[in-house]
């Protein structure tokens, strides 16, 4: 139900222009994201969930 096929730039796009790792991508996936009739707080949420996780992996010496 998301909007993407509507833009010219897709997420992948970005991914790969930026080799974004894996929680990076998903996140900028998720701010591009944009679902009618649907609030944007859970993305937000979500966003905040996986910032946490990069964080404890960085912290534990994991590097992408």
């Known amino acids: 139900n998301s909007d993407y ?17 894996p929680f990076d991508a998903d996140i900028v996936k ?4 944009n679902k009618q009739n ?3 707080k859970m993305d937000y949420e979500k966003i905040i969930h ?6 404890r992996q960085i912290e534990g ?3 992408w």
């Not at 096929?5 to 790792?21: C, F, G, M, S, V």
């Not at 996986?50 to 964080?55: A, D, H, N, V």
């Open 38 to 40: 649907e609030s944007r």
């Open 50 to 55: 996986i910032c946490k996780e990069r964080i």
């Open 61 to 63: 010496g994991i590097e």
């Open 5 to 21: 096929a509507k833009h010219t730039i897709q997420p992948w796009d970005i991914w790969i222009e930026y080799r974004l790792n």
């Open 30 to 33: 998720r701010v591009l994201r």
